[in-house]
């Protein structure tokens, strides 16, 4: 689907297995791919905003999955 970047902000980060993984800050707008900037546990860390990591985002629950999210954390 279609949506806009600046949607994303504020919706709730979860990984696949429905554990909640923080709140989206701010989408960074870069040349190749954007990056959600998410906050979690006094922490911040990027996802790239890509169909290989976000396997689907629901605008009505305000929420996004992301695939392998952890890895993200580690870095």
Known sequence: ??????????????????????VIKEVIENPGNDYLVVDYQENSYNIPLVKEFIKFIDFD???????????????
């Open 1 to 22: 689907g279609h949506y806009f970047t600046f949607q994303l902000v504020n919706l709730k980060v979860f990984s696949e297995s429905g554990e909640f993984f923080g």
């Open 61 to 75: 629950k305000k929420e996004v999955v992301v695939r392998r999210v952890k890895e993200f954390l580690e870095l």
